[in-house]
């Protein structure tokens, strides 16, 4: 039986070749590697814990950064009051999401902000985030460039603040003038009203004295 081709001259498509091919080779090198590394952490753990130390990864401390102050107050309020749904044995202590404070670098749920925040500036979470915990010691230029940045601040505040007084201001003007105009306009609607009556009834009086009946 000949064998059947598609349209285009290639051999006819199967209905699985829509999956994704898969490199079992490349896949099998990786967790290889994983594995292996796994035991090589588990081996230097036993023998840390063998002469009574504490393990701990090693980090290259130099393709870290330097710790720098944060640039926003944290946000720890927001969250009262509020309710959250989190899947059932999601964490295990402070391992995984759970209800609290959750730390997405660390994976690490705490109860309260004050043991979150401690956390926020622990070695553990700067390392995870980036940092090397160590600060940059400042040069006088670096201080100089500083205070030209906060004199350029204030003055920029300053500014945007003049300028809302002066727009506070002639708000201010304006309105007085608009109750001043509407002011005006209900007395001189009232004298003209007043002057309309007079010259009604002083009609009248003068058709009284010609005799004239209405």
Not at 92 to 99: D, L, V
Not at 126 to 154: C, H
Not at 198 to 208: L, R, S, T
Request: proline share 0%.
């Amino acid at each position: 039986m000949a064998a059947r081709d598609s349209a285009y001259g290639t051999a006819a498509a199967s209905d699985t070749d829509f999956r994704r091919k898969w490199d079992k080779e490349e896949y099998a090198a990786k967790a290889k590697a994983v594995e292996g590394k796994r035991k090589e952490e588990g081996k230097a753990r036993y023998e840390a814990k063998l002469e009574g130390k504490k393990w701990h990864k090693h980090v290259d401390m130099s393709e870290l950064d330097a710790t720098s102050a944060r640039g926003a107050r944290l946000d720890v309020a927001s969250m009262v009051g509020k309710t959250t749904m989190v899947p059932a044995s999601a964490g295990i202590g402070k391992r995984g999401r759970s209800a609290g404070f959750y730390c997405e670098a660390c994976d690490l749920t705490y109860k309260d902000n004050v043991q979150y925040i401690e956390h926020l500036n622990s070695k553990q979470h700067l390392i995870a985030t980036g940092q090397s915990g160590e600060v940059k010691r400042a040069t006088l230029q670096d201080v100089r460039d500083r205070i030209e940045m906060l004199k350029a601040k204030k003055r920029q505040r300053e500014e945007e603040e003049r300028k809302l007084g002066e727009l506070d201001i002639n708000a201010r003007i304006k309105q007085a003038e608009d109750v001043e105009a509407a002011e005006r306009e209900e007395k001189r609607r009232k004298r003209n009203e007043k002057r309309r009556k007079g010259g009604i009834k002083q009609e009248d009086e003068w058709e009284g004295r010609l005799g004239v009946i209405t």
